[in-house]
């Protein structure tokens, strides 16, 4: 989980941040593997694949979108008042 750091005279510092596997992000998530794939597939957890195309996909996950993720959606019926 690194990220490259790219910049040029005329510009600031660019930090491009690398992407993980499901089994990372199941870890980051506290979640299993199987359960974060479910909802990936279902559009629930933003999750990158590899070949669109593919019948069966090999996702990849940026740990900042899953985070924001989390810190911004409320995922019950009741919502707080």
Known sequence: MSASITSSPAQPVE???SFVDADAAA??????RRTL???VRAGKIPGHPLDPAAQKKDWRFKLSELDHFVRTSVHSRKQPT
């Open 15 to 17: 930090i491009i941040e």
């Open 37 to 39: 794939l479910q909802k």
């Open 27 to 32: 870890a980051f998530l506290r979640i299993t």
